[in-house]
């Protein structure tokens, strides 16, 4: 996820690196150009997101228990 969030960041996505995971905390100011922009970078990620999903069988975030 390093390499996603360092797009995001260089496109001004605001973000930060998370549990191994990426966190988005927008706002009622955050424009919505902005969030238009992130969607757009990670539909643009998708296919690569789905084999890592597959490659581990489901999801990759942290369990709680």
Not at 19 to 34: E, L, N
Not at 36 to 64: F, W
Request: charged share 15%; with cysteine; glycine share 12%.
């Amino acid at each position: 996820h390093g390499s996603l969030h360092h797009h995001l960041m260089e496109n001004g996505v605001i973000c930060a690196k998370r549990g191994g995971g990426i966190r988005f905390s927008p706002h009622f100011y955050t424009p919505t150009s902005v969030i238009e922009k992130a969607i757009e970078i990670l539909q643009g990620t998708n296919t690569a997101l789905s084999h890592d999903l597959n490659k581990y069988g489901g999801s990759k975030a942290p369990q709680n228990r």
